[in-house]
């Protein structure tokens, strides 16, 4: 897990600092807890699945114009 990648996409407006580790994080806001390792590992694996989508769809996007006008289908729009 990299923490501070999370930090700063899900705790961008908290205050901390940290290292690498979880066990680094110095929390700095008075106004909401210091999250649980195990809530950062959960939002860093739905981080790395919003990551994948992303790739996953960059890559159809670059590719489905070779495949769509192969495709013997004549109502293409459906």
Known sequence: MEVPKVLM???QNNQWNCGETYESIEWKDAT???PT???LESLWNEL???EMRE???KLLKESDFRVL????NTNKEA
Do not use: Q, V
């Open 55 to 57: 790739e996953i769809n």
């Open 48 to 50: 790395m699945k919003d």
């Open 37 to 39: 390792k195990e809530h």
């Open 69 to 72: 006008p192969d495709y013997s």
């Open 32 to 34: 909401t807890p210091k």
């Open 9 to 11: 996409k899900y705790f």
